[in-house]
Structure formats: structure tokens, C-alpha cells
């Protein structure tokens, strides 16, 4: 054999063995590394969903506990129902010391509902528009929740800027049932 022959068959041999290489252990490891990034993709995926996920969750528990925040400060605003002579006194204290005459107070029905338990009154007042208007004014400073609704305001009969208010003020309180 002649030394040419001889190179052109080991070279031969030699992109044999190579191109059987490359069938035989390249190729099954390029097909597996692409399998192990589409696993790993789809994981990076599934990880950033978690992540959006509990992001959201945060946001919940944030709102969630603002809310709770929020009903702590209502509850605190709604006396036990135990106190509802305390704050008809407070009521009943603010309109003498404005200089309103009261003509009668009355409770009405008490309206039970879920989270708190409603005392309406019916209230008429007689004296003059700015009393009553600083009779107002000091109900809203009052640290609890109260409603007036039904005001009716009419000339008083005594004399000039004197009036009469009928309405009708809805103090709230906690309802110990719930």
C-alpha cells in the first residue's frame, strides 16, 4: 500500500469515526439538553406564575388587613349596647347647653342587624336657629356613629329667629349577637 492510499483511508477512518461520534453521542445530547431547557422553560414559566401568584396574594392580605383595620375603627365608634342612657344623656346635655328647650324625646323601635344594633329617637327641639345650628355642630364632634334623618325645621310661635326642629337621630351600637 502507498503512503497516499494509506492517508486517504485514514482519513476516511477517521470522518467514520467522527460522523459515527457525532450520531451516536452528539446528536442523543443535544436532543436531551433541548428536552431539559423546554422542561426548564416551561418550570421559569410555572415560577413566574407562582410568583404573579403571590404577588397577588400579598396585595389580598394587604387589603385584607386594611379592611380589618377599617371595621376595628367602626367597631370602636359603636358603643356596647349597654351605654344607650350614656348617649342619650351626651344628646340630651348638648341640646340644654346650646339653649334648646326640648318638647320630647322618644326611643323608638330598636332595628337589629347583622354587625350592629340601631336606637332611633324621635327628638323635637325648640330654640333659635343658631342654637340649633351648634346643636348640630357638637353632635358631629360626638365620638360615635349617629345619623339624623326626617329634619323638619319650622318658625317658632315665640318670636322672631326661633324655630322648632322634629327629627328623628339613629345612634348605632354593637350588637353582641354577632
Same mark, same amino acid.
Do not use: C, W
Given at each position: 500500500?502507498?503512503?497516499?492510499?494509506?492517508?486517504?483511508?485514514?482519513?476516511?477512518?477517521?470522518?467514520?469515526?467522527?460522523?459515527?461520534?457525532?450520531?451516536?453521542?452528539?446528536?442523543?445530547?443535544?436532543?436531551?439538553?433541548?428536552?431539559?431547557?423546554? &422542561? $426548564?422553560? /416551561?418550570?421559569?414559566?410555572?415560577?413566574?406564575? #407562582?410568583?404573579?401568584?403571590?404577588? @397577588?396574594?400579598?396585595?389580598?392580605? *394587604?387589603?385584607?388587613?386594611?379592611?380589618?383595620?377599617?371595621?376595628?375603627?367602626?367597631?370602636?365608634?359603636?358603643?356596647?349596647?349597654?351605654?344607650?342612657?350614656?348617649?342619650?344623656?351626651?344628646?340630651?346635655?348638648?341640646?340644654?347647653?346650646?339653649?334648646?328647650?326640648?318638647?320630647?324625646?322618644?326611643?323608638?323601635?330598636?332595628?337589629?342587624?347583622?354587625?350592629?344594633?340601631?336606637?332611633?329617637?324621635?327628638? &323635637? $327641639?325648640? /330654640?333659635?336657629?343658631?342654637?340649633?345650628?351648634? #346643636?348640630?355642630?357638637?353632635?358631629? @364632634?360626638?365620638?360615635?356613629?349617629? *345619623?339624623?334623618?326626617?329634619?323638619?325645621?319650622?318658625?317658632?310661635?315665640?318670636?322672631?329667629?326661633?324655630?322648632?326642629?322634629?327629627?328623628?337621630?339613629?345612634?348605632?351600637?354593637?350588637?353582641?349577637?354577632?
Amino acid at each position: 500500500m502507498t503512503s497516499g492510499l494509506r492517508q486517504i483511508v485514514f482519513f476516511v477512518l477517521l470522518i467514520g469515526v467522527a460522523a459515527l461520534g457525532y450520531q451516536g453521542m452528539i446528536k442523543p445530547a443535544n436532543r436531551k439538553l433541548t428536552e431539559t431547557k423546554q &422542561k $426548564l422553560d /416551561g418550570k421559569r414559566a410555572k415560577l413566574a406564575d #407562582f410568583e404573579q401568584a403571590t404577588a @397577588k396574594a400579598d396585595d389580598l392580605n *394587604k387589603q385584607m388587613e386594611q379592611l380589618q383595620e377599617a371595621v376595628r375603627f367602626f367597631e370602636s365608634k359603636l358603643p356596647p349596647t349597654s351605654e344607650v342612657h350614656k348617649v342619650l344623656e351626651q344628646v340630651t346635655v348638648i341640646a340644654q347647653k346650646q339653649g334648646l328647650k326640648p318638647k320630647t324625646i322618644r326611643t323608638l323601635v330598636q332595628k337589629d342587624n347583622s354587625g350592629y344594633v340601631e336606637q332611633p329617637m324621635d327628638m &323635637k $327641639l325648640v /330654640g333659635s336657629f343658631t342654637s340649633f345650628y351648634s #346643636f348640630l355642630l357638637e353632635m358631629e @364632634k360626638l365620638p360615635r356613629i349617629m *345619623k339624623i334623618r326626617q329634619l323638619k325645621l319650622d318658625k317658632g310661635r315665640e318670636g322672631p329667629g326661633q324655630i322648632g326642629a322634629e327629627f328623628i337621630v339613629s345612634i348605632f351600637f354593637q350588637n353582641k349577637a354577632a
